[in-house]
């Protein structure tokens, strides 16, 4: 197969995590000389395959095969790859079959590489990511086999392919607040503790704050509240409670402890409840690493355009890789219509992306 040959092939396999949609058996029957080890848990199908060529630095690819589910009204159909307008449609044309397909043929095209070359591909990426990545790493790190240095093929480009890459990601703090209060009359309000009342003096305070000023890398944590309820539905009760939500993407500048700290200070004199979680922590590759610089190298001699280095965005596997002590980066395809209706991407940037990931292994030393 060609890369856009092996693209559309991969564009027509239906695979909405957890299922691969038989893309992980392809691909380590597409890779005879590679040898091959399935870390599957439960539904969740992953795989980890690497090939030798000398002794020297382990570069890894990853990725996810599964995609979120398709949606109604597609003007295609979303598993088929459809060249349409200069497009070529489909789900998972930018997130993110197409940097799939990059690397498995950039990697099975590869003479000679002055180390270890692996794929490790997992279809539990768009879902809770509990069986995937993680367990890969887990038993790579068991086995002492952890590569030195990762790309995850994710869509990274903004305005034009080649323009970003992400050496970090923000982390992700989740937070619920129980504002308690005393129910009671509308007619009688001062016989009541109206939590809604109550908020509303210090909401203006609290939505849409930075909790820092970010720096180089990372825009500012910012406190962005994501829903707010309270009340019977009628208009003569006066509430007993108000429960509100919120999400800060926190740069390495803010932790939980920040975060408690700013409820606190807002809420001061309340009676409420807080609680928080961490789906993900912030990290951020250095950018003189070898991985930043030879990528970067790659993607200026390929496009002509030397690519910034972006931490925005969401979340991904890379926070996985990052945690387990690898330099990490990510880059691929512009990201425009990920898990859109109509998701699309081009044949000349599929093709520029895996001319990338050739050259990065050709180059690297």
Known sequence: MQIIELFKYMIAQKSETPDDGGLLDFIESYLPDFTAVR????????????????????????????????????????????????????????????GVAAFTQAVKEAQNF?????????????????????KVLEFLENNEMLPDAVVVAEPTCEDNFGDAIKVGRRGSI????????????????????NPIHNIAQVLSDMAGVDLDKGDEFFSPSKFVITDIRSGMQVTNVTPSHLDMMFNVRNTTLTT????????????????????????????????????VKN???????????????????????????????????????????????????????????????????????
């Open 39 to 98: 870390v599957d848990v439960e539904d969740v199908k992953n795989l980890f395959i690497y090939k030798k060529f000398a002794d020297g630095d382990h570069l890894c690819f990853a990725g996810h095969v599964d995609v979120v589910p398709a949606g109604r009204g597609w003007d295609t159909n979303p598993y088929e790859a459809v060249e349409k307008d200069g497009f070529v449609f489909g789900r998972g044309t930018q997130d993110m079959k197409s």
């Open 174 to 193: 989740n937070g619920y607040i129980t504002l308690k209060g005393k129910q009671g009359h509308a007619a009688y309000p001062e016989k009541a503790i």
């Open 256 to 291: 939980q402890k920040e975060v408690t700290a700013f409820v606190a200070k807002n809420l001061n004199g309340l009676d409420y409840e807080l609680r928080l979680t961490q789906g993900s922590y912030p990290f951020r590759t250095n950018t003189d690493t070898k991985l």
């Open 295 to 365: 990528i970067d190298s790659s993607i200026e001699k390929i496009t002509g355009i030397k690519p910034k280095h972006s931490t925005a965005g969401g979340t991904s596997d890379a926070r996985f890789i990052a945690a387990a002590g690898i330099d990490v980066i990510e880059f691929g395809v512009k990201n425009d219509t990920i898990h859109s209706i109509n998701e699309r991407t081009t044949k000349k940037e599929v093709q520029d992306l895996y001319e990338v990931f050739k050259d990065l292994i050709k180059t690297w030393k």
């Open 114 to 134: 002055k180390g270890t070359l692996s794929l490790l591909l997992t279809s539990d990426e768009e879902g809770e990511a509990t069986y995937g990545t993680v």
